[in-house]
Every structure is written in structure tokens, then in C-alpha cells.
């Protein structure tokens, strides 16, 4: 019986695996130790000669110390490619050697090979997820002939996740499976972390190097999360069935459409996070507020699913949603089908379906958007009607007297008057937090929902003024960069206000707005404000928008010809209200949401449960104790617990943003987004990180998510911004444009990754193209 082979230096592992795999080859083995050098180097370059031939060569470093089972060193010494003569190997030798350090160990090892041709992909395949040791073949891959694209991060590269044991995996991805398998036979029970290439003659797979995965965490069992995704890909399978009150006969989910989870609590927010944004916004609150708007009724049907844990949007809900009600069936049903068929065939529009794919308001461009309906089967009737209900919903949301706007907006003011009430009353903890959520419900996010419609209907008709020629992208900036948010206004409090005053005004104000860790600003402001933006500076940012009087005379004569009931001057009214309120709602109800995870926080403490404790329970247990007579301590103690098991659940999944079968559970490619570029201007600076509060000026900070949260950053002197998730519309799209501040939003996880791990960038807006330098 073959004795199994045993991790080593690179070479010996390397060597010993010669001739012994069958999904994949070992190109040819030379290798000596630095003693063996250093007494007869002569002698070396004759042995690389007469094994390997004439060359060329990759020269790669075996030092004793690289791939240990705590440490691989991976990139730390020197290795060369395409080496073509000896003379040159003998330097090329002698700089591997050099990068061991001043006193290389007389046991490093220099490892030389044939330098491998006409390479079509290269990469690395990790055996487990190395971030969860959650049991997925993690594939980071490049197409072309570079084989250090990977491994040097100097690439655009791809990334394939697949469940152990998935069959029916493209043909390459299917490979290298095969090959981390058989590799797993020859060393069991360890994770394995695997360079490959395939190359020409024959399409052959190559081995290039196999070591040790060096984990932080234990590998989980295959049984119990292979019995996780069954569980997963059933329940996406029984929601595509057609549903007798839906239109569209199936769905898809996504993390970033609509009311986009991962932008606001991201994708594996802890249980009580997850539980406020359910209750404050998904499971009824959306319904409603479209409705009232004029869209279909859908109340009773919560927009958010969530699998073990992880939120999705059910984005068939999401574009019944966005018909107006006053569509009959017929055409619905066909409109939520092209829709998802749309965004099936662009995934990459996951966090523009509002722009890209439905038509949920009128616009000044819309007879000419409708078009690419007639070119999917709609005839001209379909597209009138469509057209027609589209401008009787906008002009009763868009109207300057009886717009709905109008009434939201009055909502706000009640909102914050009952909660200075709850605050002070005797009310005991749970009933403040009761009732802080529940006016949270009717007096904010409900109003919050409708004027961040009215704030989209505004982007567009904005857009639809610039597609017409009417304004140009410099009117279209100058107009945004003029707004005065919220935030725009906290720049300017935090130069002229003392920092109690501050504080009192935004000390609610967290990075992450639903999540119990998040500390408010008034927590620890000091981690949070800066003093370098001066007032003149935040000032003189804005830009004054003005209309020429030919561009009056036009817009007054596309509103008649389009029969939408605004004159000029209440349209711009609008325009500049539904983006100003928008942010100003978010504002207002995030401080009883902050004020009720503070109280939250306070009552459970005094159970003896801290911070971290308390983000796993569920926010329901206050609606149960609220309604009866359970003992807190034992209901927040069982709450708690069961958030764990489910969190721990959630942490091990890695599914897709955009999941349109129940086979993307199990095997999948990590997509990359068309990211959505801010203001026309470039920048130039290092990555930087929120949390290095020294190197944030002239940097470009990289933030997960677009939370109004952190509008701290923007006391800071900033030079960009990229964020992993986030729409065209998100608040930090609106508050970079009003800043002129350049940014990515909505980068998604792989770009986001790749250029997070870079030194320094450059962004260009205009041309839409981020440029590692460094």
C-alpha cells in the first residue's frame, strides 16, 4: 500500500507528487538547499540544465518556513519567471537566496521548473472557505497567460464558489474540483490551498503548488451544510411557483433590488438587526406605502425573505409592486415577467431595477424608453395604457398642493413630538420601546417609504430632463451639488455648534443604522467628528443650479405635451423636496429607532446581558412582552440562544447576490456589478479604511454599505469614496454628489474585495473606470 505523501517544503511536496495525480501533472522537480549553492553552484546549474533542458525556467522560493500548517508566507520571497539562460539563473538563484534574509538557513531550498507556455487560466482553489471553513471549493481564477495574475492581484479575475459534492459544474471549474479532491485523498483532513494553470499542448491541468490552508477557524461538516442549502434550494424552489395573487408566473431573489438589505443591514446581519428591518420596513410597512401611492395592493406579503438568516428581496413582490394599480391583469402579468427576465439576463442590474428595468413613474423620456417593449412583444395599446397609468400615479404624487409628498412630510413633525412624549413618560422600558417602534412604523418609516418614492420619481424626471437635452450632465450635477440634506447641513452644525449642542441635534446618528454594536455618535464622538472641513469649505462645494429662460419656455412645453399637471417652478419645487426629505426622513426616524436600540440595550443590560448578547436576540420579544406576562430574563435567555444557532447558520452560507434557480444555492460565480460613478471628476489617492482615522484625509475610503450612518466621514477631509453595496440613489450617492466628493456606489463584493486589498487608486467618474496604481 502507497505510503501517502506529506506536506514538505514546496519542492519535496511538489516531488512527491510526481507522477502520482491523475486529474492533473507536475511539471518536472529540480531543487537544492542554500548549502548545496553556496559550495557548488557550478555544479546546480548543470543538474537544472541536464533535467529540465535549455530553459526557460521559473525559479521559485522553498524556504522551511513557507507553507507551514500556521503560516504560509505566501508572496513573502522572491520567485521568477521565464528565465532563459544560465547565466541568468545563476543571478535569478542568487536573488531567491538574497530573499531569505541576511542569514538564509542552509536547509531554504531554491526550486526550479520548466516555465509553463501558452497558459489559458490560472488560479487558486481553496478547499474550504477560508473566512468561515464553511465547506465550499472557492475558485479565484484569471483567464489569459499571465499564471501571477491570482496570486500577484494585478488582474480583473474571476471567482467560482461550489458546495462539496456539486455535480454539473462548467467544464474548467469541474477540473479543478477534481484535482482539490484527489489532493484531499492524498492529504486527509487538512484544508488545502492549491495553484493550478491550464496550458497548451492538450488543455492540460497542472499542479503548480499545494499546501497547507492556514485556517483561523475549524472546517464545518459537509452533512449539516449540504442539508442547509437542500433546505435553502427548496424554499427558492416552492417561491417560483406561480402564486394566485401575484403577477408573473416565478421570481428571483436579490440582495440589492428595491428596499436592497444589503446596502441598509447588510448580508449576514445579526438576528435583532435583521428582525427591526423586517418589522420597521419589509414585512407590511413597504405594502402600504405603495399602495397609497397608486401601485398594487400587496399588503400581507412580506418583500423580505431571509435564508438562515441572509435577506433577499423577493423580486417578483418588488415589481408587482411598481405596476400601478389600474393595470389590468393581462398586462401585469406580462410586465413582471419581462422584468424578471430583464434582470435574469442582466444581473449586473441587480441595484438599478428601479432605472434600468421597470417603469414605475412617468418621465419626459418615457415614450421613448416604452419602445423596448414594443421590440418584446407589446403592442402600442399595452404601451398607452401602461403610459396613461404611469401619468395619472405621478401626477398625483408629483401635484404642488395635494401631492402625497405633502402629507408624509407633515407626519415627520408629529413623529418627533410623540416621541420627546414617550421619553418622558412613566412608561416602563418595554413599553417605551414598544411605542418608540410602532410610531417608528406609522409616523416615520411609512412616510420615510413614500418620500423615498418621491425622491425617485424626482431622479428620474431629473434624468428624463437631461435625456431630452433639455438640461445637460453639468445642469443635472449643478442641481444635486445645490440640495441642502441633512448632511450637508451636519457639515455646517459641526463647524458652528458646540459639541454638546451637536450632539443633542445628531447624536442619534449611527454607521450602522439597525445594528445594536453600532455606537451612536454621542457614544463615542470622538472615533466619529472631525474639525478639518471648515464652513467656508462645506459652502463653497455647493453650486448654484439656475434655468435660462429658454430652458423654462422648453420644460413648461414638454410638461403640456406630456399632460403632467406641474408648472415649471412647482416641478423643480418637487424635484428639490423629494431629495431633500428623503434624507431628512431617514433622519428623523432613525433617531426612535437609535433611541429605541439605547433603551433596548439599557433594559437588557440590567438582565445581565450585554451588547453582543442582545444583537442576537429577536426585536419580536418586545411585542410578546409587551402583550403579556413572561419573565424578561428567561424570554431574552431563550431569544438569545436561538439567535446564536441561527447566526452561526447564517455566517456559514455564501450564496449568490442574485439567486434565479435553486441551483445557484450550491455552485455559482461571484458576479461582478456595473458600479454607479458619482460627479464627472477623478481622483488619486491611497485605500483607506473607516477605522484609520489618521489616514483619512486625501484618502479614498472604502465603506461596506451607503448608511447615512456615515456621514461622519465627510467631516473628515476625504478625497473619494467606494462602498460595496449601494443604488444610484442610495444617500451616499446623493450626498456625494452634492459634495462633488467622486465615488463608486455599489461596487458589489468581488470589485469591492479586489480593490480594497489595493494600496492606491485612481477613479475616474467621467469615464467610468477605477485604476489600480498600487
Same mark, same amino acid.
Given at each position: 500500500?502507497?505510503?501517502?505523501?506529506?506536506?514538505?517544503?514546496?519542492?519535496?511536496?511538489?516531488?512527491?507528487?510526481?507522477?502520482?495525480?491523475?486529474?492533473?501533472?507536475?511539471?518536472?522537480?529540480?531543487?537544492?538547499?542554500?548549502?548545496?549553492?553556496?559550495?557548488?553552484?557550478?555544479?546546480?546549474?548543470?543538474?537544472?540544465?541536464?533535467?529540465?533542458?535549455?530553459?526557460?525556467?521559473?525559479?521559485?522560493?522553498?524556504?522551511?518556513?513557507?507553507?507551514?500548517?500556521?503560516?504560509?508566507?505566501?508572496?513573502? *520571497?522572491?520567485?521568477?519567471?521565464?528565465?532563459?539562460?544560465?547565466?541568468? !539563473?545563476?543571478?535569478?538563484?542568487?536573488?531567491?537566496?538574497?530573499?531569505?534574509?541576511?542569514?538564509?538557513?542552509?536547509?531554504?531550498?531554491?526550486?526550479?521548473?520548466?516555465?509553463?507556455?501558452?497558459?489559458?487560466?490560472?488560479?487558486?482553489?481553496?478547499?474550504?472557505?477560508?473566512?468561515?471553513?464553511?465547506? %465550499?471549493?472557492?475558485?479565484? %481564477?484569471? !483567464?489569459?497567460?499571465?499564471?501571477?495574475?491570482? /496570486?500577484?492581484?494585478?488582474?480583473?479575475?474571476?471567482?467560482?464558489?461550489?458546495?462539496?459534492?456539486?455535480?454539473?459544474?462548467?467544464?474548467?471549474?469541474?477540473?479543478?474540483?477534481?484535482?482539490?479532491?484527489?489532493?484531499?485523498?492524498?492529504?486527509?483532513?487538512?484544508?488545502?490551498?492549491?495553484?493550478?494553470?491550464?496550458?497548451?499542448?492538450?488543455?492540460?491541468?497542472?499542479?503548480?503548488?499545494?499546501?497547507?490552508?492556514?485556517?483561523? +477557524?475549524?472546517?464545518?461538516?459537509?452533512? =449539516?451544510?449540504?442539508?442547509?442549502?437542500?433546505?435553502?434550494?427548496?424554499?427558492?424552489?416552492?417561491?417560483?411557483?406561480?402564486?394566485?395573487?401575484?403577477?408573473?408566473?416565478? /421570481?428571483?431573489?436579490?440582495?440589492?433590488?428595491?428596499?436592497?438589505?444589503?446596502?441598509?443591514?447588510?448580508?449576514?446581519?445579526?438576528?435583532?438587526?435583521?428582525?427591526?428591518?423586517?418589522?420597521?420596513?419589509?414585512?407590511?410597512?413597504?405594502?402600504?406605502?405603495?399602495?397609497?401611492?397608486?401601485?398594487?395592493?400587496?399588503?400581507?406579503?412580506?418583500?423580505?425573505?431571509?435564508?438562515?438568516?441572509?435577506?433577499?428581496?423577493?423580486? +417578483?413582490?418588488?415589481?408587482?409592486?411598481?405596476?400601478?394599480?389600474?393595470?389590468?391583469?393581462?398586462?401585469?402579468?406580462?410586465?413582471?415577467?419581462?422584468?424578471?427576465?430583464?434582470?435574469?439576463?442582466?444581473?449586473?442590474?441587480?441595484? &438599478?431595477?428601479?432605472?434600468?428595468?421597470?417603469?414605475?413613474? *412617468?418621465?419626459?423620456?418615457?415614450?421613448? +424608453?416604452?419602445?423596448?417593449?414594443?421590440?418584446?412583444?407589446?403592442?402600442?395599446?399595452? $404601451?398607452?395604457?401602461?403610459?396613461?397609468?404611469? $401619468?395619472?400615479?405621478?401626477?398625483?404624487?408629483?401635484?404642488?398642493?395635494?401631492?402625497?409628498?405633502? =402629507?408624509?412630510?407633515?407626519?415627520?413633525?408629529?413623529?418627533?413630538? #410623540?416621541?420627546?412624549?414617550?421619553?418622558?413618560?412613566?412608561?416602563?422600558?418595554?413599553?417605551?420601546?414598544?411605542?418608540?417602534?410602532?410610531?417608528?412604523?406609522?409616523?416615520?418609516?411609512?412616510?420615510?417609504?413614500?418620500?423615498?418614492?418621491?425622491?425617485?420619481?424626482?431622479?428620474?424626471?431629473?434624468? =428624463?430632463?437631461?435625456?431630452?437635452?433639455?438640461?445637460?450632465?453639468?445642469?443635472?450635477?449643478?442641481?444635486?451639488?445645490?440640495?441642502?440634506?441633512? =448632511?450637508?447641513?451636519?457639515? #455646517?452644525?459641526?463647524?458652528?455648534?458646540?459639541?454638546? /449642542? @451637536?450632539?443633542?441635534?445628531?447624536?442619534?446618528?449611527?454607521?450602522?443604522?439597525?445594528?445594536?454594536?453600532?455606537?451612536?455618535?454621542?457614544?463615542?464622538?470622538?472615533?466619529?467628528?472631525?474639525?478639518?472641513?471648515?464652513?467656508?469649505?462645506?459652502?463653497? &462645494?455647493?453650486?448654484?443650479?439656475?434655468?435660462?429662460?429658454?430652458?423654462?419656455?422648453?420644460?413648461?412645453?414638454?410638461?403640456?405635451?406630456?399632460?403632467?399637471?406641474?408648472?415649471?417652478?412647482?416641478?423643480?419645487?418637487?424635484?428639490?423636496?423629494?431629495?431633500?426629505? +428623503?434624507?431628512?426622513?431617514?433622519?428623523?426616524?432613525?433617531?426612535?429607532?437609535?433611541?429605541?436600540?439605547?433603551?433596548?440595550?439599557?433594559?437588557?443590560?440590567?438582565?445581565?446581558?450585554?451588547?453582543?448578547?442582545?444583537?442576537?436576540?429577536?426585536?419580536?420579544?418586545?411585542?410578546?412582552?409587551?402583550?403579556?406576562?413572561?419573565?424578561? $430574563?428567561?424570554?431574552?435567555?431563550?431569544?438569545?440562544?436561538?439567535?446564536?444557532?441561527?447566526?452561526?447558520?447564517?455566517?456559514?452560507?455564501?450564496?449568490?447576490?442574485?439567486?434565479?434557480?435553486?441551483?445557484?444555492?450550491?455552485? @455559482?460565480?461571484?458576479?461582478?456589478?456595473?458600479?454607479?460613478?458619482?460627479?464627472?471628476?477623478?481622483?488619486?489617492?491611497?485605500?483607506?479604511?473607516?477605522?484609520?482615522?489618521?489616514?483619512?484625509?486625501?484618502?479614498?475610503?472604502?465603506?461596506?454599505?451607503?448608511?447615512?450612518? *456615515?456621514?461622519?466621514?465627510?467631516?473628515?477631509?476625504?478625497?473619494?469614496?467606494?462602498?460595496?453595496?449601494?443604488?444610484?440613489?442610495?444617500?451616499?450617492?446623493?450626498?456625494?454628489?452634492?459634495?462633488?466628493?467622486?465615488?463608486?456606489?455599489?461596487?458589489?463584493?468581488?470589485? @469591492?474585495?479586489?480593490?480594497?486589498?489595493?494600496?492606491?487608486?485612481?477613479?475616474?467618474?467621467?469615464?467610468?473606470?477605477?485604476?489600480? !496604481?498600487?
Amino acid at each position: 500500500m502507497d505510503t501517502l505523501p506529506q506536506f514538505s517544503t514546496k519542492a519535496r511536496t511538489l516531488a512527491s507528487l510526481l507522477d502520482r495525480l491523475t486529474c492533473a501533472e507536475v511539471l518536472p522537480v529540480v531543487f537544492f538547499n542554500v548549502a548545496d549553492w553556496q559550495a557548488e553552484s557550478d555544479r546546480m546549474l548543470v543538474r537544472v540544465q541536464e533535467s529540465l533542458g535549455a530553459g526557460p525556467w521559473v525559479v521559485r522560493s522553498s524556504a522551511l518556513n513557507e507553507d507551514a500548517a500556521t503560516a504560509s508566507m505566501a508572496g513573502h *520571497y522572491t520567485s521568477v519567471l521565464d528565465v532563459r539562460c544560465l547565466e541568468e !539563473l545563476r543571478e535569478v538563484v542568487e536573488r531567491v537566496i538574497a530573499s531569505y534574509g541576511l542569514s538564509p538557513g542552509p536547509g531554504d531550498e531554491v526550486l526550479v521548473q520548466p516555465m509553463l507556455s501558452s497558459v489559458r487560466l490560472s488560479g487558486v482553489v481553496f478547499s474550504c472557505d477560508p473566512a468561515t471553513g464553511s465547506p %465550499y471549493r472557492v475558485v479565484n %481564477y484569471s !483567464l489569459g497567460t499571465d499564471s501571477t495574475a491570482v /496570486t500577484g492581484g494585478a488582474a480583473q479575475t474571476k471567482t467560482f464558489v461550489a458546495a462539496t459534492g456539486v455535480k454539473n459544474l462548467p467544464p474548467d471549474m469541474s477540473r479543478v474540483v477534481a484535482l482539490i479532491e484527489e489532493l484531499e485523498a492524498l492529504f486527509p483532513a487538512k484544508p488545502l490551498d492549491v495553484e493550478f494553470a491550464i496550458a497548451a499542448p492538450g488543455d492540460r491541468l497542472y499542479l503548480l503548488q499545494v499546501r497547507p490552508l492556514v485556517m483561523q +477557524r475549524a472546517v464545518a461538516s459537509s452533512e =449539516s451544510h449540504n442539508a442547509l442549502l437542500s433546505r435553502v434550494a427548496d424554499k427558492v424552489r416552492a417561491a417560483q411557483r406561480p402564486h394566485p395573487f401575484l403577477q408573473g408566473c416565478s /421570481t428571483v431573489f436579490g440582495v440589492m433590488p428595491d428596499w436592497n438589505p444589503a446596502e441598509i443591514i447588510g448580508i449576514r446581519p445579526r438576528p435583532l438587526a435583521l428582525s427591526l428591518y423586517r418589522e420597521l420596513v419589509t414585512d407590511a410597512i413597504w405594502a402600504y406605502q405603495r399602495d397609497n401611492y397608486g401601485y398594487r395592493n400587496l399588503r400581507s406579503f412580506p418583500l423580505l425573505v431571509h435564508f438562515a438568516g441572509q435577506p433577499y428581496i423577493d423580486v +417578483r413582490l418588488s415589481f408587482n409592486s411598481f405596476i400601478p394599480k389600474d393595470v389590468e391583469g393581462s398586462l401585469a402579468d406580462r410586465l413582471v415577467d419581462y422584468y424578471i427576465g430583464r434582470l435574469t439576463a442582466a444581473p449586473n442590474l441587480h441595484d &438599478k431595477v428601479e432605472f434600468e428595468i421597470v417603469f414605475s413613474c *412617468y418621465t419626459l423620456d418615457l415614450p421613448e +424608453r416604452l419602445n423596448v417593449l414594443a421590440e418584446a412583444g407589446f403592442s402600442a395599446e399595452d $404601451r398607452n395604457q401602461l403610459a396613461e397609468s404611469l $401619468r395619472t400615479l405621478t401626477n398625483r404624487v408629483i401635484d404642488q398642493q395635494n401631492g402625497l409628498w405633502r =402629507s408624509d412630510e407633515a407626519k415627520l413633525a408629529v413623529l418627533s413630538q #410623540r416621541r420627546e412624549g414617550i421619553l418622558a413618560s412613566d412608561l416602563d422600558p418595554i413599553g417605551r420601546i414598544y411605542w418608540l417602534l410602532e410610531d417608528c412604523k406609522r409616523y416615520g418609516t411609512l412616510p420615510f417609504a413614500g418620500l423615498a418614492r418621491a425622491g425617485f420619481i424626482a431622479v428620474q424626471m431629473l434624468k =428624463s430632463l437631461v435625456a431630452v437635452g433639455v438640461l445637460s450632465v453639468d445642469d443635472y450635477d449643478r442641481f444635486m451639488g445645490g440640495l441642502s440634506t441633512v =448632511s450637508s447641513q451636519l457639515a #455646517r452644525d459641526l463647524r458652528s455648534l458646540e459639541r454638546k /449642542t @451637536f450632539l443633542a441635534r445628531y447624536g442619534h446618528l449611527r454607521p450602522g443604522t439597525y445594528d445594536i454594536l453600532s455606537p451612536r455618535y454621542d457614544e463615542t464622538p470622538d472615533d466619529y467628528l472631525g474639525q478639518s472641513c471648515s464652513l467656508e469649505e462645506a459652502d463653497s &462645494k455647493r453650486t448654484q443650479f439656475t434655468l435660462s429662460l429658454d430652458q423654462m419656455r422648453a420644460i413648461a412645453r414638454l410638461l403640456e405635451e406630456h399632460g403632467l399637471s406641474s408648472d415649471v417652478v412647482s416641478l423643480f419645487d418637487f424635484l428639490q423636496a423629494g431629495i431633500e426629505l +428623503r434624507e431628512y426622513a431617514k433622519f428623523v426616524f432613525t433617531h426612535n429607532l437609535s433611541d429605541a436600540l439605547s433603551l433596548f440595550q439599557e433594559w437588557g443590560g440590567g438582565y445581565g446581558f450585554s451588547k453582543e448578547d442582545l444583537s442576537y436576540a429577536s426585536i419580536n420579544c418586545i411585542r410578546e412582552l409587551h402583550a403579556g406576562a413572561d419573565d424578561p $430574563r428567561t424570554m431574552l435567555e431563550r431569544v438569545i440562544e436561538e439567535g446564536k444557532i441561527r447566526y452561526k447558520e447564517t455566517c456559514s452560507l455564501w450564496l449568490p447576490p442574485l439567486i434565479t434557480h435553486p441551483d445557484d444555492v450550491w455552485a @455559482f460565480h461571484v458576479p461582478e456589478c456595473e458600479p454607479n460613478f458619482v460627479t464627472q471628476s477623478s481622483v488619486t489617492g491611497p485605500v483607506v479604511r473607516p477605522t484609520e482615522r489618521n489616514r483619512l484625509k486625501g484618502g479614498i475610503v472604502f465603506i461596506p454599505s451607503a448608511d447615512p450612518g *456615515y456621514d461622519w466621514l465627510f467631516s473628515h477631509p476625504i478625497a473619494g469614496l467606494v462602498t460595496a453595496y449601494g443604488g444610484v440613489n442610495s444617500h451616499m450617492a446623493i450626498r456625494a454628489n452634492e459634495l462633488g466628493l467622486p465615488a463608486v456606489i455599489g461596487a458589489g463584493e468581488s470589485l @469591492f474585495a479586489q480593490w480594497c486589498q489595493s494600496q492606491l487608486l485612481h477613479i475616474d467618474c467621467a469615464v467610468r473606470r477605477v485604476e489600480v !496604481l498600487a
